[in-house]
């Protein structure tokens, strides 16, 4: 009785808030009805309906990776979550440079397709998508590139205690 509420004139009877079957699948009480001098009661019980929810994308939506990591890196690791009970979630990429990602559509970890390089893009921006097999959530990622020093240098010296000094000029 403390999740119903009663018209005591019309006798409808309500929920004090929103029906979720995860969290309790039916309701049980007893309504009476009095005229002031006789009463009556009946059990009632109210079933409630499982419906489908939409899966939630709660990975952030940034990231990074640096400059020339191998491309089994991964630089984004989608997590979601669905309240439907032993629901399995499959994981996709869209948008503007999915083409230069892959996904694994179980664990959600995407990776490139080539190693990045800044110099040529300092951003990924793409998609996940979380599917349950019905609904789908979509969640907008940036991947930034980390820019890592590229140059070589070769010292040379000699076998005595040298000090060696250099400038990195840009």
């Known amino acids: ?3 119903l509420n009663i018209d005591s004139i019309t006798g409808d009877v309500t929920l004090k808030s929103s029906a979720n079957y995860e969290a309790k699948n039916s309701y049980s009480f007893n309504v009476i009805a009095s005229d002031g001098t006789l009463t009556d009661l009946k059990a009632i019980t109210v079933n409630v ?11 952030i ?10 491309n089994t890196t991964v630089i984004y690791k989608v997590s979601a979550t669905d ?20 996904i694994n559509s179980t664990t959600g970890d995407v990776t490139l397709k ?14 996940v998508i979380a599917s349950d097999g019905s609904l789908t959530a979509t969640k907008a990622i940036t991947i930034n590139v980390k820019d890592v020093l590229n140059e070589v240098f070769n ?3 000699t076998d005595e205690n040298d000090t060696l000094t250099s400038n990195i000029i840009d």
Do not use: C, M
């Not at 309906?49 to 990975?59: A, D, K």
């Not at 080539?114 to 998609?127: G, I, V």
């Open 1 to 3: 009785a403390s999740l």
């Open 155 to 157: 010292l040379y010296g």
């Open 83 to 102: 309240a439907d009970a032993n629901t399995t979630l499959k994981y996709s990429l869209s948008g503007t440079d999915a083409s230069l990602l892959n």
């Open 61 to 70: 939506a940034t990231g990074s990776v640096a400059e020339n990591a191998v």
């Open 114 to 127: 080539t190693s990045a390089n800044y110099e040529a893009k300092n951003s990924y921006s793409f998609n």
């Open 49 to 59: 309906s499982n419906v489908n929810e939409t899966p939630t994308i709660t990975s």
